[in-house]
C-alpha cells in the first residue's frame, strides 16, 4: 500500500508541475493490527506510559501590585486569595459551614441571647512583632460592619468593644445563636488599615524585595503547623482575564474561579477542586398574581422542577441541587424532608389546583441577560414546566432592568441569585417587607418561624420545622447551591479541599511538588 500511495504521490506532483521529490522522502508507515499480530506470535502491544507531571520551579500566585491587600475592603478572587494567607479570622467554616475557633479561643453567651463574650488566643502576634488585642479584633468589625462586603452580614450588630479585662464583647440588636458563623472575618491590626498591606497574623508575610513581591513563611506564625511551600512568588495582573492568561500560560500556579462566569474558560491542563458557596440560585413567584397567589399552585410547581439535571446540565456539574434554601454540605439541611422530582405529580397537583382550565395562560420567567448560565437554566426549567395550560415564556433583561422589574412587580416568575449568609438567615428573603422578598410574599407565621430560628438554642429543631413549612407554603422554589472551582496543573498541589470561605483551608496538609 505504501507503494502504491507513493505512486499516486508521484503522479500529482507532476500533473501539478513539481518535478521532484523532497529528498529521503519517507513512505508511511501502515497501522499495525496488533491483535492479529499477538494471534500469529508477535508480542503484546507495548503499554504506554503515563506522562510525569511537569512540575514548576516556584508555586506562584497572582495578585493586584497597586491595590490594597485590606480584607474588609478589597474584593473576591486573586486579591481574597492572597488575603487569605495573611490575615485570620476569628471562626473559620469548615466544610459544612459550621464555625470553628481561629483567633477567637472561646466564647460565652449571656442569658438574653444577646451579649457573646469572646476570649482570644493568648501569645498571638502579629507580623510586626505586637500582640493581637481585643481592640485590635473590636476594630476590625467595626470597620467590616461599615464595609460593602461585610456590612450585610453584621447589620445585626450593635456594637464590638473590648472589655476592661482584654476581652471583645460583641452586642447584637436582636438574639442570633448562628452569629458566630459569620465571624470569619479576616483581623487586622488596629491602626494599621490605611497601609496598603494592613499587618495581619497569617502564616505568610508579605515582603518586597529586589525581584518582585512574594509571600513568605511567618516563623513565628502562633499555630506552628508545617507549611508546603517556603515562598510563594506573586505575579501582577490588571484583571480577571489576565489572571486567566497567567494560569493558562502557566505563569501562576492556582486561581479560584467563579465557573459561571469567563474566568472558567481557562485554558490547558488542570485539577479542579470544587469550593462550596452559600449563593443560591432560585424562581421567585409574584404572589399578587392570579396564579401564584395560590400556595397550591407554588408547590405544585416546585415539585416539577428539575434541579438534579438543572445543576449538572446547565451547570456544567458546579452546582449542589437542593430544595431548601440552605445548602446540602450543612448539617441543618432536612435531607430526609425531601421529594423525589416528578413532573407527572406536578401535573396532576396543578389541575388539582385548578389550572387545567383550557384557557391558556401565558407566564413570564424573568432572568438577567448578563449571566449566561442562568438565562440557560432559566430557559430549561420554563420548557419543563411549561404544562397543561401553562405557556411559560424567558425575559430577558440586562441588570438594572432587570431589577427594576423585580422592584416594580413586573414579572410572574424570575430566576434569581443571592448569597445567602452562614447563619441561614432568611428573613429577607421571605420574610414579610424583606429587602429581597420582590415577591411581595406575607405570611405570618412565616415571621414567626424566623424569629423563632434566630433565637432558638436548639438551631436545627427549629429550621427543620422552619423549612418544611416553607417546602409546602413555597414562597420560592431553591434549585441549587453554586460552588466555585480552585483550579491547579496536574501533580502540583496535592490535598486541595478548599472550605466555603478560604481556599487554603487546611493548609497544613497540602503537598506541593516543585521541581528540582
Not at 452586642?171 to 459569620?182: D, E, I, R
Amino acid at each position: 500500500m505504501g507503494r502504491r500511495l507513493s505512486a499516486l504521490l508521484l503522479a500529482l506532483l507532476l500533473l501539478t508541475g513539481c518535478s521532484s521529490l523532497p529528498e529521503e522522502a519517507e513512505e508511511p508507515e501502515e497501522a499495525m493490527d496488533w491483535n492479529l499480530y499477538q494471534s500469529q506470535g508477535g508480542p503484546e502491544k507495548p503499554v504506554e506510559e503515563p506522562e510525569e507531571p511537569e512540575h514548576p520551579a516556584v508555586f506562584s500566585m497572582a495578585y493586584y501590585k497597586d491595590s490594597p491587600f485590606d480584607p474588609i475592603i478589597c474584593g473576591e478572587g486573586v486579591q481574597q486569595d492572597v488575603a487569605s494567607l495573611l490575615y485570620e479570622p476569628l471562626f473559620q467554616l469548615n466544610g459544612k459551614f459550621q464555625p470553628e475557633p481561629a483567633l477567637c479561643e472561646s466564647y460565652a453567651w449571656d442569658e438574653t441571647g444577646r451579649i457573646c463574650t469572646l476570649t482570644l488566643r493568648q501569645g498571638v502576634s502579629f507580623h510586626d512583632g505586637s500582640p493581637l488585642t481585643a481592640r485590635d479584633a473590636a476594630a476590625t468589625l467595626q470597620r467590616a460592619a461599615a464595609s460593602d462586603r461585610y456590612g450585610y452580614r453584621l447589620r445585626g450588630m450593635a456594637s464590638a468593644a473590648a472589655s476592661r479585662s482584654g476581652e471583645l464583647v460583641i452586642t447584637l440588636s436582636a438574639p442570633n445563636q448562628g452569629f458566630l458563623s459569620l465571624l470569619d472575618i479576616p483581623i487586622t491590626k488596629s491602626g494599621a488599615e490605611r497601609q496598603l498591606i494592613p499587618v495581619g497574623t497569617g502564616p505568610y508575610l508579605f515582603i518586597s524585595g529586589a525581584e518582585g513581591d512574594y509571600l513568605q513563611v511567618n516563623s513565628e506564625w502562633w499555630q506552628g503547623k508545617p507549611l508546603p511551600v517556603q515562598t510563594i512568588p506573586l505575579v501582577d495582573t490588571k484583571d480577571r482575564d489576565t489572571a486567566r492568561y497567567l494560569f493558562s500560560s502557566r505563569q501562576i500556579e492556582l486561581l479560584t474561579v467563579d465557573p459561571t462566569d469567563s474566568m472558567a474558560s481557562a485554558t490547558g491542563q488542570r485539577q479542579t477542586a470544587s469550593r462550596a458557596t452559600s449563593i443560591l440560585q432560585y424562581i421567585g413567584f409574584n404572589t399578587a398574581s392570579p396564579v401564584f397567589g395560590d400556595p397550591a399552585v407554588r408547590e405544585a410547581f416546585s415539585r416539577g422542577v428539575p434541579r438534579g439535571s438543572t445543576a449538572e446540565a446547565q451547570l456544567a456539574g458546579m452546582a449542589l441541587d437542593a430544595q431548601f434554601p440552605v445548602s446540602p454540605l450543612s448539617d441543618l439541611y432536612p435531607k430526609d424532608l425531601e421529594r423525589a422530582y416528578s413532573r407527572d405529580e406536578a401535573m396532576t397537583a396543578l389541575a388539582a389546583a385548578g389550572q387545567n382550565t383550557g384557557e391558556e395562560k401565558i407566564l413570564t420567567l424573568l432572568v438577567n441577560e448578563e449571566d449566561m448560565f442562568r438565562r440557560t437554566s432559566a430557559q430549561y426549567i420554563a420548557e419543563n414546566l411549561t404544562m397543561l395550560d401553562w405557556n411559560i415564556t424567558v425575559r430577558t433583561l440586562p441588570w438594572e432592568e432587570y431589577l427594576a422589574a423585580l422592584e416594580s412587580g413586573d414579572f410572574d416568575l424570575y430566576y434569581g441569585e443571592v448569597r445567602l449568609t452562614a447563619d441561614w438567615d432568611l428573613r429577607d428573603l421571605v420574610g414579610t417587607g424583606g429587602a429581597l422578598n420582590y415577591g411581595g410574599y406575607s405570611d405570618p407565621v412565616v415571621d414567626g418561624l424566623l424569629a423563632n430560628y434566630a433565637a432558638a438554642p436548639d438551631r436545627a429543631a427549629s429550621l427543620r420545622q422552619l423549612l418544611a413549612y416553607l417546602q409546602t407554603a413555597a414562597p420560592i422554589v431553591p434549585v441549587c447551591f453554586k460552588n466555585y472551582s480552585v483550579l491547579t496543573y496536574p501533580g502540583t498541589a496535592e490535598g486541595v479541599s478548599p472550605s466555603p470561605t478560604s481556599t487554603f483551608y487546611g493548609l497544613e496538609n497540602w503537598k506541593i511538588h516543585l521541581s528540582q
